[in-house]
Structure formats: C-alpha cells, structure tokens
C-alpha cells in the first residue's frame, strides 16, 4: 500500500526561485529517500536519510526529517529549468526492502 | 554506479496477447528487484518483489496469474503480462539494489527506464 503523501501535487515556480516539497508518511520507517522522475523515465536517487538525522545536504538538496510528526520535506534551492520533474519521497520500513512511494509533486521550473 | 536496464521501452500489443518484459543488472548482482506499476500523474505501486531462485512474492490486489514473474539469475528478472487486455496498458518499471544491503542497511534503488505497454 502506498503510505507517503506529498504536498504540494504540483508547483510552478520561476527559475532561481526554491522550492519545497513535503511528504508525509504512516508507519515507523527505517530511512526515507526522494527520486526524481522526468517525464517517461525511470526515477533516479536523489538523497537519503535516516530515521535518526533530522536535516542533510547535498549540493541544491537539502531534506529534513522530522519523526514526531512522520514527515519530511525537500528544498530545492536556487532552481533551474532543468530541476522541471516529478519527485517521490520513498519509506524504507524493513518491509523486505520494499520502498514505498508517496504520490509525488510535480515541480515546473519556468526559465 | 549501478545500472538497471529495462527492455523493451516501449511494445503495443494486440489484446489477448503476452508482453515481456526484462529488467537487467549491468553491472552487480541483484538477489532481489522490484516490479512497479504507475499510471499517468500518479505514483509508483510496487506490483511484487521477485527474489533470485524463488517465487515472487506479490502485493495485495496483483493477480500473480496476470503478472508473471521470473528471476533466474542475479542480473535477470522478468514480468510477462499474460493475456492483456486494454485496462493493462501502463508504465512498468522495474528496479533492484546490489545483493545485500550497504553497511548502512538502506536499500537504495537503482531503476529501469521503465517500459509502455499499450494494449489495443
């Protein structure tokens, strides 16, 4: 069953401006991860963390986790037109190593 | 990095025919991939888990008898769409990660390309 929620479902924000994803999720998780998807593809790792790291960095990246409130968010900062796609977070439960996605927010990035 | 190929990217089919699909490992060996469904704007289901050797193990609501799953070796899964039938056409992707997980214990996906099958 999928367990994530995301918010928005899409945004549309101007080049060089941020922008933030949330995911929300259910059940306790082990590390939770976001994947990118463009158009037609397959999902590519963007970034992990682990149930036990509230915020981390990489490069434009930064995710934070919160676990109180079993959610997370992604900011994307000083964005590009090539950042335009559609991003998941993913929950790691120890299910078998199963992933389970969130509905995912479509991100366009105006030049 | 790791690589995961999906093939073929795209088939259309007649309706009552069977689809293949293969998802390889390139470059490691994979004891187990997964097999997502996903539908336009929507979210990735994970459709089963298919383990090197053995059975697939499906999720709730997948009818194993539909979705045929085979993983004969570490760098092979593959789903074939048995009789499909219009309201099969979709996004099939698969996916794996290396054979055991990090010292980190994360099971970080690599994924396929994914594959459209449109069924006529």
């Known amino acids: 069953s999928q367990q994530g929620e995301e918010d928005p479902q899409a945004l549309s924000i101007q080049e060089g401006e941020n922008a933030t994803m949330n995911c929300s999720y259910k059940t306790s998780i082990n590390n939770l991860q976001w994947y990118r998807q463009n158009s037609g593809r397959g999902l590519v790792h963007l970034i992990l963390i682990r149930s036990n790291e509230r915020e981390k960095h990489s490069g434009r990246l930064r995710v934070t986790l919160d676990t109180s409130k079993k959610s997370s968010s992604l900011l994307i900062t000083a964005s590009r037109a090539a950042d335009t796609a559609s991003y998941f977070c993913a929950t790691d439960a120890w299910q078998g190593g199963k992933l389970i996605f969130g509905q995912g927010t479509e991100l366009s990035v105006k030049p | ?120």
């Open chain 2, 1 to 120: 990095g790791a690589v995961v190929s999906q093939h073929p990217s795209w088939v259309i089919c007649k309706s009552g025919t069977s689809v293949k699909i293969e998802c390889r490992s390139l470059d490691f060996q994979a004891t187990t991939m997964f097999w997502y469904r996903q539908f336009p704007k929507q979210s990735l289901m994970l459709m089963a888990t298919s383990n090197e050797g053995s059975k697939a193990t499906y999720e709730q609501g997948v009818e194993k008898d539909k979705f045929l799953i085979n993983h004969a070796s570490l760098t092979l899964s593959t789903l074939t769409v048995t009789s499909a039938h219009p309201e099969d056409s979709s996004f099939y992707i698969c996916s794996a990660t290396p054979s055991g997980r990090g010292f980190s214990g994360a099971n970080v996906l690599t994924f396929g390309a994914g594959s459209r099958l449109t069924v006529l």
